[in-house]
């Protein structure tokens, strides 16, 4: 199975061979995301763009900024809005954005942009530009080229690909490489990637993990402002 066949709508019913166990559901906020916002990164009217099960957004909601949470599964939003009630929560396409032009001032993309191809990596930036007010951040975290073979990642992104894309309409003030805390330890890992893949996963020791052992991974942190 490659991993970019994954079915999220399927994944978060639970109803693949990887269980409710989702590498990025850690049940509370990403860590980088905590940073951002304690560096004082989010807002005004915020987009927490495949938004996935909303801990994220019932994290900056809770330092008291407006936030709205979209994902294209809509198993993903129903479960979000049980975790934080007080957040909205919608189904949207994310290459769209219809009905929120003009809305938001920081959007957050924790680990959406390396599920999509690269023609939709495209209409996705046009998207959250139309979707953005003049002088929005943008704060993106996707997986990076250091991502060791045999992790179960749909793309792996260059700082070629994200300065192109992302470079169309806005201004990137930060890219540098940064680790990503996904919810699993390495023998989690390796049981979630031998079955992802339907085979034995190449050596992911390389890969850290945080005082928890929780398994750390590669991306880009990107900053950027709309102009």
Known sequence: MDARDVDFEQLYQGATP?????????????????????????????????CGLGDNSAFLASRGLTVTGLDGAPSAVEQARTRAPGVTFAVADATKLEGYEGRFDTVLDSALYHCLSEEAR????????????????????????????????????????????????????????????????PEELRQSVQVVLDEDPADLSALGTDADGRVLVPVWQLKAVRR
């Open 18 to 50: 990887i269980g409710r166990k989702m590498p990025w559901d850690l049940g509370a906020p990403q860590p980088a995301v905590v940073a951002l916002a304690d560096a004082g990164e989010f807002t005004g009217d915020v987009l927490d763009i495949g």
């Open 122 to 185: 495209h209409a996705y930036l046009a998207a959250l530009t139309r979707a953005t007010r003049p002088g929005a951040r943008l704060h993106l975290f996707c997986f990076s080229v250091d991502v060791p073979a045999g992790f179960p990642a749909p793309y792996l992104i260059s700082e070629a690909n994200l300065r192109e894309t992302v470079g169309t309409d806005w201004t990137i003030e930060r890219l540098e490489p940064a680790v990503y805390t996904t919810s699993m330890t």
